[in-house]
Every structure is written in C-alpha cells, then in structure tokens.
C-alpha cells in the first residue's frame, strides 16, 4: 500500500528502513531520508509513525543496544516500561 504518494513510498519500504540497527530512522523525516527522499506535503506522517510504532514494538525495537538512550520509539515498547518501573 502507497503511505506517502509525494514520493511513492509503499509501507514495505517504510517498514524495510527500520531494521537498519544502530541507525534506525527515528521520525518520518528519518524515513524519508532513510529511502532517498525528503517530506513533501506532510500528510503521511502520522500514517509513517504508526507504522513505525507498530513495526518498532513488534519486532521488540531491535535497535535498543545502539540507540536506547536517545531513542524515542523505546517508549512504544509498553513491557520494557513495565520492566522499568
Ligand atoms: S504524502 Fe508524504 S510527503 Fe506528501
């Protein structure tokens, strides 16, 4: 399915740009740039972030070694919160 249609981005890719490590993108902005690209009109933002947040929790952000203390999506992770409190 198309997400973006400014840069025709399909949610297999935006979903693709997330198992990158250390270097996953963070906001929709990362995305884009992470697939070549930069927001045009804005309006797939909130459908990127969802996808990044499900993606993210389903895959128990597999970034969390490299980028746990800066990164804003450990927050999507409820049982790493739960453990935490
Ligand atoms: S729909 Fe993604 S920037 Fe316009």
New binding site residues.
Partial sequence: MIV????VLSDGAVRACLDRGADCPRTPAQVHACLGCS??????ARTIRAIMQTALAEAAHTCATGCATGCSLVKVAPAEADIAA
């Fill in positions: 973006c249609s400014c840069n927001p045009k009109c804005g309006r797939c």
